[in-house]
Each structure stands twice: as C-alpha cells, then as structure tokens.
C-alpha cells in the first residue's frame, strides 16, 4: 500500500517536472565515482558550491561518493538504475574515458551515457632528475629510438593507464614503432613514481603537471615537456611543449562530466549551459586558479564528439601495445 | 634545526582545539582499550579507525585520534596487570610480574602512579628518538631502489613470526592468507584482472581497512556472543597514592635505560612492543642483580617494562612512517589508515605532507603529557570502567564499525564482506591462526610483487639485481637471520617468558 503510494506520488512529481520549462527544482545529486578527497570528488564539490553561488541551481548540490572499479560502479549504477534522472550529474575525466576504451567496465559502452562538457584539464608532462642526461624530449626519444629499452618511465597509473598512455602517444608522435617494448613502471600514485626518478633509480617520469609542482619548485625534477597545444600560463610558461619540439603530442586530463542518457531534452540543454555559464565565471576561474587546473572547455556541441574520438584514439593504442585484442 | 621547524609547525596542527580535543578522546579511549583485557592495541586501533570515518575527520585529525589511542593503549595495559594480574595486552605482560605483587602488598596505587611516569618517561624518549630518526631515515629511504624495497619486505616478512611468535606454520599460512586476498582486482603492472569474476565491486581489490575492522572487530563481538554475557571484573580497591619523591627519582635510571631499549626494540622489524618491555625487565634484573626483590614487587620491576613498551610504540612508528614498513601489528592498521587516506607513506610523506607527519609526531608528545594527566589523577576513573561489563560496550563497537564502514563507501556491498571477514576472523583465532600476519599480507604482498617487478623491468629481467648492491645484500642476510634467530633463540627466550609468569597470559 505505502509503495504504491509512494510510486503513484514519484510518478505525478516526474510528470508535473517535464510539464513545466525545466529548471532544476530541489536537491540535484552529484555522483563523484571515488572515496572522498580525490579528483572526482573535488571536481563534485567545486561545481557544486560555485553553482549554488551562481544560483544555477535552486537548491543544493549534494555530493554522494560511489567508489568502485574505477569509476565502474557509478558507471552502471547511472546506466542501469538512474538512467531518466534529470538531476544528476556524475564526475568523469581522461580515466573514465580510458577504462570505457579499454572494455573495463564489463558491458558498458561510452554512448550509454550523455556527455555534458568539461570544465578544465591538467596536462600531461614526461619529466627525469635533475641529472638525467637528457635535455629534451627529443633527445629523450632519439635514445628510445636507438634501443626501446634504453629509456625507463614511471608513473601513478596502472600498465595500460592514463600515465602509461602519454608516454604511448608521446612516443608514436616521436615516430616510435616498437612502442609494447617501451619499458613502463607502474607505482600507486605519482609522487611514489616520482621518488624513483628523482632518487636516480628510474630514468622518466609521466604524470601532470599538477602532481610534479613540488618537486620542479625544489628542482629536484626537471620537466622536458608538457603535452599541450600552447604553453601554460603563469609559472608553467617556461616548459617547453612537445609541439614545439617537433613531437606533436597532446595529454589533457580533462575533468568534466556525463549525466543519463534518458534525462530529458530540456534538462540536458539546461546542463549543458549551466557549465557553460559556470565555466565562464570568475568564481570558476579563482578555483582554477587555486586548484592548478588549466583552461579546457571543448565547445558545448563538440564535447561529445571529443569523448568519442578520444575512446577510439585510446582503444587502438591499447590494441597496439597488446592490452587488448 | 629543519626538524626543529618543522616540528613547531606540527604543535600549530595538533594544538588547534579540534585537535587537541580528538588527542584527548583518544587518550582517553586508548587508556580504555589497553585496560580491558583481550582487546589490544591493534584491535583498538582497529575498531576505531570506523570512527574516523563516521566522523568525516580529516586527515591529520584522524592520524592524531588513532596515534593518541595508540600511545594510549600502551599505557592503559598495565592498569589491569598491576589490579588483576591479567595483562590488558601483550606488551603489558611483564608488568605482571612486579605489579600485581605490590597490588597485594596494599602499594597498588603506587604502581599505578609510578607506571604512569615511567610510561611518559619511556614514550618521552622514543618520540624524541623518533624525531631525530625518521628524518634521516626518510632521507636515506631516497636511495631504496626496486631491489632493496623487495629485499625489505622479505625481511619485514621473514622477521613477521618474530621472537615471540608461537607458531612458525601458522604465522606463514596467515600472511599466505594476507597475500593471497591482496592479489585481487587489477594487477597494475600488467593492467589485467585477477579474480574478479566480472563483480564490479572487486575490480579495485579488496580494501584492507574493511578487511582488518572485520577481522579485529567483528570477531570480537561473536567471540563475546559465544561467551554470552560475562560479568565486569570485580571492582578493586586502589587506596592512596604514598609513593614518595625519593622513591621516585631512584626510578630514573632504570627509566631512562628502559625507554631506549624500549626505543631500539621498536624500530627492529617484527620485534614491537612486547620484546621492548621482555628486554628492559630482563636487563633490569640483570643490572640490579641480588639487590632488588624482583618478582616479589620491586618497583623497578613495573618501571622497566612500562617504560620499555612505551618507547617501544613510538620507535615502531619509524619504520612505518618512513619505509612504509610497520614494525607491529598497530602499526600496520596505522599503516592501512594512512594509506586510504591517499597518503603514502616514505621520504615524499615527510615533504609532502609535512603537516601530517609533524602533526601527528607533536601529538604524541602533547598525548603523552594528556595521558600522564589521565593515569594519575584519574586513574579511579578506569578502574572503575574495568569494572563495566563488556554487553554495554561491543554493541556500541558494533554500531560504529558498521556506520564508519558504510560513510567510506556507501556501499551494502562492503558491509556483507566486512561479516564474512569477521566470520573469518572468528574461526582463524579459534584455529590460533594470527591476524596480525594477514594484514602484513594484505598490505605489503602488492608492494613486494610490485618492486619484484619493477627490479626485473629495470635489469631487463636479470635475477641478480635483486642482491647486486650492498644495502639489498645486507637486507637480505638480516632477513636470514630474522628467519633463522627465532628458531634458535626463540624456544630460549619464550622458555623465559613463560617461567617468570605464572599465570598463562592472555595474548591475541
């Protein structure tokens, strides 16, 4: 009895909602895929509160924690349980795109899911010790090229990762063919990867740029490149890129987000402008600031597409290093 | 001086109010647990590491509740030694010995008094030893390379049965056990799934703070369910305190000389805290020779080992906050809290989370001024919790590991494995089989398996490079003596153990 009410009044809340024009009314939720402190959850947390401070939102933005397979959980707990929400936004980023690319999320595909836009990126760098021999990437590359086994990576990602992957891209664009021989050390965060190579023992690091601030300001690690189109502002603007040492490599991690496929037209469209509006704000832009992260904002109708190009890049170069058939 | 700087700034974290009062409430529960007998330090440890959760503190308020219910547990050991002759843990054994016989003679006060200093003096000197240690060592961890982190951890896992281990096969099938549960989720060196079985939830492995709650925890409770209700102990008279001043400062040296060795035990892989008070007493005895009444009460006799433990809890601290090695089994749960926490631990943490670190060496010091305020003049207060029987206090354990557990992840699923690792736990010490070993298997079975890895990629998959530099070597021998030694000395020293002590303690 009491469940039949209550589905009877969830069913007339649903309804009366797409009868009006839609704006968000209430709590809207915000799935961060991981335990408390991480990216996602900051990336949650964030919007959340510049939202609320724009009155995008009428409500609150409450954060819920779903950790699990990398994202998996709240992957499929959006696609099978949450699938015509119209309040809910999940936090994504360049890991969530790799792990779809790759089928680690068991029968789950990157268009089961609506892509919304991307907020900003930290970008991927390759790195070694303030005494490593190598000046710049090139040179770096040039002995990869002489023997594949010559030059040793680090980094936080597990083998086939997003930290493995940018060492994969670099390498290819430095016209590498035997990239499965390229010898990657996986450890189970950036700075344990970074120990190694500042103490001598491995010869590369790749990571982004946010996780080797510390290190490069005590000069301990010396950054050969950083893998965007332009330099980076502010303190980062003396890095050189990959482009412009002729390696035309690219590794922003984005961090954005997807929400259900079956919301709504009207609340998608609403989304979709809110972030545009969030990210245009200078409230947004004080977090970027704080939070070392870096302009990136795929225009809002190109957003998807770059997702899905991204999946593909991604899942051929996993086919050719041998991570999957 | 750097130190010195930098320890200033962990006073600025840990004497924040919020803080401070999270150090108080650890002290206090600490005390607690270490008097109630069967529940040890570990365990503590363990089922409040849930609290934490539920509390949403942050990092370094965390670290600071479970390091003060740490050093807490180390003081609360002795209170049910002195009163019952039941040691409230392990490391408190020792105190036994003299303690209860003064509790006879009508001085029970006075070993209580005189304990509480001499666990400040002992936990003094090891946090102080702590601080000129771990910097140095953080430094030289710097040069650890793949093959002599793998060297450490074969020695971590080859001194894990310890000198006071019982049973060599059942400690080597628990970190088996450990191991075996770590290999689960994605391997990250080859990027593939082990054991999986297509359950999402098993994809990012098993996490070992649900795994330890469950063992240490749940057990607990369905330990006490098959016992039913027991009773509170009977509440004991503690009289007035007549230690006196003269007294007191004849206890110094043998304080002092209890607190280094104490120290020095600690930061020994696989000796902890209950070698630290064995050595300290022992030498004591020796030291002092016919001249003391040792065993019939001698006031050195409780002032050695409680100084010994106490040292020895903060010199257990070094290994596992610099090499992420623990040195016992507390701080192996300590280890696994730090870990989730995102922080790992090793020459970075000291940099990176410098306020952490600091933080967390600062509170041991305030703590153990907060627990010589709390074991003096409060002191009747746990004597009479001693007397509270265990039916009010494990439902409330119960309650707060499952809704720590749950805050972490909001997942039913978690909660289901948490009772099957109780379950698990509850035949395994039926079956005398350690926990303590599965949690070392858990936690540095990946980190082993990885640097075994990693050695091999760096030497293009030459075997040699695992003993090729001195240190690796050097490891490798203390591991063989740390494999070999028990077998010998062990039967020796356990022989010792068990013929000062009359009445079969209570280990876990």
Known sequence: MFIKRTLTFAAAAAFSMTAMAWQPSGKVECLAPADPGGGWDFTCRSVGNVMQTLQLVEGTVQTVNMAGAGGGVAYAHTVSKRNKDDKLLVAASTAT?????????????????????ALGADYGIIAVGKDSRYKDLKELFEASKANPRAVKFAGGSARGGWDHLKVLIAAKAAGLDKLPSIPYLS????GEAMTQVVGGQVDAFTGDISEATGFMESGDLRVLAVLSDERLPGKFSNIP???????????????????????????????????????ASDQWKQV????GLIPFHPDADKFESFVQQQVQDIAELSREIGLMK | METLGYLMDGFAVALTPYNLMFALAGAFLGTLIGCLPGLGPANGVAILIPLAFTLGLPPETAMILLTSVYAGAMYGGRISSILLNI?????????????????????????????????????????IGLILLAPILARFALTFGPAEYFALFILAFATLGGITGKNPMKTVIAATIGIMISTVGIDISTGTQRYTFGVLELYEGIDFILAIVGLFAISELLFFL????????????????????????????????????GFIAGVLPGAGASLGSFISYTLEKQVIGKKGSFGEGDIRGVVAPEAGNNGAASGALVPMLTLGVPGSGTTAVLLAMLISLNITPGPLMFTQNADIVWGVIAALLIGNVLLLLLNIPMIGVFVRLLSIPPAYLLPIVTMVAFVGIYSISHSTFDLYFMVAFGVAGYF???LEIPLVPIILGLLLGPEMEKNLGHALILSDGDWSTLWASPL???????????????????????????SAIEEGPVSD
Request: with cysteine.
């Open chain 1, 97 to 117: 795109t790799t792990r779809l690319a790759q089928k680690q999320f068991p029968g789950l595909d990157a268009d089961m899911v609506t892509w919304v836009g």
């Open chain 1, 187 to 190: 450890y189970n965060n950036g």
């Open chain 1, 241 to 279: 890129t990959a482009k412009e040492q002729g390696i035309d490599a690219m590794g922003p991690n984005w961090r954005g987000f997807y929400m259900p496929k079956g919301a709504s037209d009207e609340a998608k469209k609403y989304w979709v402008e809110a972030i545009d509006t969030l990210y």
């Open chain 1, 288 to 291: 970027m600031k704080s939070n």
């Open chain 2, 87 to 127: 040691p409230g843990d392990e490391p408190a054994m020792m105190t036994c010995l003299d303690g209860y016989p003064m509790a006879q003679k009508g001085r029970a006060a006075d070993a209580l008094a005189i304990s509480a200093v001499a666990s400040f003096a002992g936990g003094l000197i090891g946090t």
């Open chain 2, 226 to 261: 098959e016992s039913r209700i027991k009773s509170g102990h009977k509440k004991v008279n503690v009289g007035k305190v007549t230690l006196t001043l003269k007294e007191l400062v004849s206890t110094v040296p043998t304080q002092l000389r209890g607190g280094v060795l």
């Open chain 2, 428 to 430: 395994m010490r039926k």
């Open chain 2, 472 to 498: 690796a070597l050097g490891l490798w021998l203390v591991a063989g003596l740390g494999l070999v030694l028990p077998v010998i000395v062990g039967p020796i020293l356990r022989r010792r153990m068990r």
